[in-house]
T-cell receptor, first 114, second 115 residues
Framework: NAGVTQTPKFQVLKTGQSMTLQCAQDMNHNSMYWYRQDPGMGLRLIYYSASEGTTDKGEVPNGYNVSRLNKREFSLRLESAAPSQTSVYFC?????????????FGPGTRLTVL | KNQVEQSPQSLIILEGKNCTLQCNYTVSPFSNLRWYKQDTGRGPVSLTIMTFSENTKSNGRYTATLDADTKQSSLHITASQLSDSASYICVVRSYSGGGADGLTFGKGTHLIIQP
Protein backbone atom coordinates (compact mmCIF):
# COMPACT_ATOMS: atom_id res chain seq x y z
CA ASN A 1 0.00 0.00 0.00
CA ALA A 2 2.02 2.96 -1.31
CA GLY A 3 -0.52 5.70 -0.46
CA VAL A 4 -0.06 8.72 -2.74
CA THR A 5 2.80 8.61 -5.23
CA GLN A 6 4.10 11.43 -7.43
CA THR A 7 6.47 11.50 -10.37
CA PRO A 8 8.91 12.96 -11.03
CA LYS A 9 10.50 13.94 -7.70
CA PHE A 10 12.58 16.71 -9.29
CA GLN A 11 12.35 18.57 -12.58
CA VAL A 12 14.12 21.52 -14.19
CA LEU A 13 12.42 23.21 -17.13
CA LYS A 14 13.22 26.13 -19.35
CA THR A 15 10.69 28.92 -19.75
CA GLY A 16 8.08 27.92 -22.31
CA GLN A 17 8.56 24.16 -21.98
CA SER A 18 5.67 21.94 -21.03
CA MET A 19 5.43 18.99 -18.68
CA THR A 20 2.97 16.80 -16.84
CA LEU A 21 3.18 15.92 -13.16
CA GLN A 22 1.74 12.52 -12.37
CA CYS A 23 -0.10 11.50 -9.22
CA ALA A 24 -1.63 8.18 -8.25
CA GLN A 25 -3.30 6.87 -5.09
CA ASP A 26 -4.09 3.29 -4.10
CA MET A 27 -6.48 4.00 -1.21
CA ASN A 28 -9.66 3.99 -3.34
CA HIS A 29 -10.21 7.66 -2.49
CA ASN A 30 -12.78 9.66 -4.41
CA SER A 31 -11.22 13.12 -4.14
CA MET A 32 -7.81 14.29 -5.30
CA TYR A 33 -6.05 17.64 -5.11
CA TRP A 34 -3.06 19.55 -6.45
CA TYR A 35 -1.35 22.14 -4.24
CA ARG A 36 1.73 24.28 -4.59
CA GLN A 37 3.95 25.29 -1.69
CA ASP A 38 6.15 28.35 -1.86
CA PRO A 39 8.55 29.68 0.80
CA GLY A 40 6.77 31.79 3.40
CA MET A 41 3.33 30.84 2.13
CA GLY A 42 0.78 28.25 3.06
CA LEU A 43 -0.22 25.49 0.69
CA ARG A 44 -2.39 26.85 -2.09
CA LEU A 45 -4.94 24.82 -4.01
CA ILE A 46 -4.43 24.72 -7.77
CA TYR A 47 -7.15 22.29 -8.86
CA TYR A 48 -9.12 19.53 -7.28
CA SER A 49 -11.32 16.65 -8.34
CA ALA A 50 -14.14 15.85 -5.96
CA SER A 51 -14.86 12.60 -7.78
CA GLU A 52 -13.90 10.76 -10.93
CA GLY A 53 -15.01 12.74 -13.96
CA THR A 54 -15.09 16.14 -12.26
CA THR A 55 -12.45 18.83 -11.82
CA ASP A 56 -12.67 22.32 -10.34
CA LYS A 57 -10.40 25.33 -10.10
CA GLY A 58 -8.78 26.25 -6.84
CA GLU A 59 -7.14 29.43 -5.68
CA VAL A 60 -4.30 29.58 -8.25
CA PRO A 61 -5.33 27.72 -11.44
CA ASN A 62 -3.82 30.03 -14.07
CA GLY A 63 -1.16 28.36 -16.20
CA TYR A 64 -2.24 24.84 -15.24
CA ASN A 65 -4.55 22.15 -16.52
CA VAL A 66 -5.56 18.86 -14.94
CA SER A 67 -6.89 15.49 -15.98
CA ARG A 68 -8.62 12.97 -13.74
CA LEU A 69 -7.63 9.97 -15.81
CA ASN A 70 -9.48 7.47 -13.61
CA LYS A 71 -10.23 7.06 -9.93
CA ARG A 72 -6.56 6.43 -9.11
CA GLU A 73 -4.77 9.04 -11.19
CA PHE A 74 -4.84 12.85 -11.31
CA SER A 75 -2.29 14.67 -13.46
CA LEU A 76 -1.25 18.33 -13.55
CA ARG A 77 0.00 19.88 -16.78
CA LEU A 78 2.01 23.03 -17.30
CA GLU A 79 1.52 24.01 -20.94
CA SER A 80 4.11 26.80 -21.07
CA ALA A 81 6.20 26.94 -17.92
CA ALA A 82 7.10 30.29 -16.37
CA PRO A 83 9.65 31.12 -13.63
CA SER A 84 6.69 32.01 -11.35
CA GLN A 85 5.74 28.34 -11.43
CA THR A 86 8.95 27.35 -9.65
CA SER A 87 7.57 25.64 -6.58
CA VAL A 88 7.03 22.37 -4.77
CA TYR A 89 3.89 20.62 -5.96
CA PHE A 90 1.93 18.25 -3.74
CA CYS A 91 -0.81 15.89 -4.72
CA UNK A 92 -3.28 14.78 -2.04
CA UNK A 93 -6.30 12.54 -1.78
CA UNK A 94 -9.19 11.98 0.60
CA UNK A 95 -12.17 9.68 0.83
CA UNK A 96 -14.50 12.56 0.03
CA UNK A 97 -14.01 16.30 -0.44
CA UNK A 98 -16.06 17.04 2.62
CA UNK A 99 -15.95 17.82 6.26
CA UNK A 100 -14.00 15.45 8.45
CA UNK A 101 -12.12 13.51 5.81
CA UNK A 102 -8.38 13.40 6.31
CA UNK A 103 -6.13 14.31 3.40
CA UNK A 104 -3.14 12.15 2.54
CA PHE A 105 -0.29 13.88 0.75
CA GLY A 106 2.32 12.62 -1.68
CA PRO A 107 6.05 13.29 -1.30
CA GLY A 108 6.03 16.28 -3.67
CA THR A 109 7.62 17.30 -6.96
CA ARG A 110 10.26 20.02 -6.81
CA LEU A 111 10.03 22.06 -10.00
CA THR A 112 12.46 24.75 -11.11
CA VAL A 113 11.70 26.87 -14.16
CA LEU A 114 14.69 28.76 -15.55
CA LYS B 1 -11.55 36.64 4.15
CA ASN B 2 -10.70 33.40 5.96
CA GLN B 3 -7.26 33.47 7.55
CA VAL B 4 -5.08 31.20 9.67
CA GLU B 5 -2.18 32.76 11.57
CA GLN B 6 0.50 30.66 13.25
CA SER B 7 3.08 31.67 15.81
CA PRO B 8 5.94 31.61 16.26
CA GLN B 9 7.27 31.42 12.70
CA SER B 10 10.22 29.42 13.97
CA LEU B 11 11.30 27.92 17.25
CA ILE B 12 14.46 26.26 18.52
CA ILE B 13 14.37 24.14 21.68
CA LEU B 14 16.59 21.57 23.35
CA GLU B 15 15.84 17.88 23.11
CA GLY B 16 13.66 16.72 25.96
CA LYS B 17 11.97 20.08 26.49
CA ASN B 18 8.29 20.81 25.90
CA CYS B 19 6.92 23.42 23.53
CA THR B 20 3.61 24.89 22.42
CA LEU B 21 2.71 26.16 18.97
CA GLN B 22 -0.17 28.56 18.40
CA CYS B 23 -2.82 28.89 15.72
CA ASN B 24 -5.41 31.69 15.49
CA TYR B 25 -8.06 31.62 12.81
CA THR B 26 -10.83 33.77 11.41
CA VAL B 27 -12.55 31.03 9.44
CA SER B 28 -16.33 30.99 9.43
CA PRO B 29 -18.45 28.91 9.51
CA PHE B 30 -16.06 26.58 11.27
CA SER B 31 -16.08 22.86 10.49
CA ASN B 32 -12.85 21.41 11.85
CA LEU B 33 -9.20 22.18 12.55
CA ARG B 34 -6.25 20.02 11.60
CA TRP B 35 -2.60 19.94 12.56
CA TYR B 36 -0.09 18.50 10.11
CA LYS B 37 3.59 17.68 10.53
CA GLN B 38 5.80 18.23 7.49
CA ASP B 39 9.34 16.85 7.57
CA THR B 40 11.87 18.57 5.33
CA GLY B 41 11.46 17.36 1.76
CA ARG B 42 8.29 15.38 2.51
CA GLY B 43 4.56 15.88 2.25
CA PRO B 44 2.43 16.90 5.25
CA VAL B 45 1.18 14.13 7.52
CA SER B 46 -1.94 14.51 9.64
CA LEU B 47 -1.50 14.63 13.44
CA THR B 48 -5.01 15.49 14.62
CA ILE B 49 -8.41 16.62 13.36
CA MET B 50 -10.76 18.39 15.80
CA THR B 51 -14.35 19.54 15.49
CA PHE B 52 -15.82 22.43 17.47
CA SER B 53 -17.04 20.05 20.20
CA GLU B 54 -13.56 18.64 20.88
CA ASN B 55 -11.41 20.64 23.29
CA THR B 56 -8.41 18.34 23.41
CA LYS B 57 -7.04 15.57 21.25
CA SER B 58 -3.81 13.64 21.67
CA ASN B 59 -1.59 11.65 19.34
CA GLY B 60 1.28 10.23 21.34
CA ARG B 61 3.43 13.11 22.59
CA TYR B 62 1.35 15.60 20.58
CA THR B 63 -1.68 17.23 22.23
CA ALA B 64 -3.88 19.68 20.36
CA THR B 65 -6.34 21.99 22.07
CA LEU B 66 -9.15 23.98 20.53
CA ASP B 67 -11.09 26.96 21.86
CA ALA B 68 -13.82 27.57 19.30
CA ASP B 69 -15.07 30.63 21.19
CA THR B 70 -11.77 32.51 20.90
CA LYS B 71 -10.87 30.78 17.62
CA GLN B 72 -7.54 29.59 18.92
CA SER B 73 -5.76 26.26 18.84
CA SER B 74 -2.46 25.08 20.22
CA LEU B 75 -0.24 22.08 19.62
CA HIS B 76 1.77 20.97 22.62
CA ILE B 77 4.76 18.68 22.16
CA THR B 78 5.95 16.86 25.25
CA ALA B 79 9.50 15.62 25.84
CA SER B 80 10.68 16.66 22.40
CA GLN B 81 12.83 14.38 20.29
CA LEU B 82 15.17 15.12 17.40
CA SER B 83 12.61 13.57 15.05
CA ASP B 84 10.14 16.30 16.01
CA SER B 85 12.19 18.77 13.95
CA ALA B 86 9.74 19.73 11.20
CA SER B 87 7.22 22.33 10.12
CA TYR B 88 3.83 22.17 11.80
CA ILE B 89 0.90 23.40 9.77
CA CYS B 90 -2.50 24.42 11.10
CA VAL B 91 -5.38 23.98 8.65
CA VAL B 92 -8.97 25.06 9.22
CA ARG B 93 -11.92 23.77 7.27
CA SER B 94 -15.01 25.85 6.65
CA TYR B 95 -18.41 24.64 5.54
CA SER B 96 -18.12 27.37 2.93
CA GLY B 97 -15.46 29.80 1.79
CA GLY B 98 -11.78 29.21 2.25
CA GLY B 99 -10.33 27.45 -0.76
CA ALA B 100 -12.52 25.52 -3.18
CA ASP B 101 -11.76 22.55 -0.94
CA GLY B 102 -13.00 24.54 2.09
CA LEU B 103 -9.50 24.56 3.59
CA THR B 104 -7.41 27.51 4.74
CA PHE B 105 -3.76 26.69 5.42
CA GLY B 106 -1.47 28.45 7.85
CA LYS B 107 2.12 29.20 6.86
CA GLY B 108 3.48 26.83 9.48
CA THR B 109 5.85 26.95 12.43
CA HIS B 110 9.35 25.67 11.75
CA LEU B 111 10.53 23.74 14.80
CA ILE B 112 14.15 22.75 15.34
CA ILE B 113 15.12 20.39 18.16
CA GLN B 114 18.75 20.67 19.20
CA PRO B 115 20.62 17.85 20.98
Amino acid sequence: NAGVTQTPKFQVLKTGQSMTLQCAQDMNHNSMYWYRQDPGMGLRLIYYSASEGTTDKGEVPNGYNVSRLNKREFSLRLESAAPSQTSVYFCASSVLAASYNEQFFGPGTRLTVL
Amino acid sequence: KNQVEQSPQSLIILEGKNCTLQCNYTVSPFSNLRWYKQDTGRGPVSLTIMTFSENTKSNGRYTATLDADTKQSSLHITASQLSDSASYICVVRSYSGGGADGLTFGKGTHLIIQP
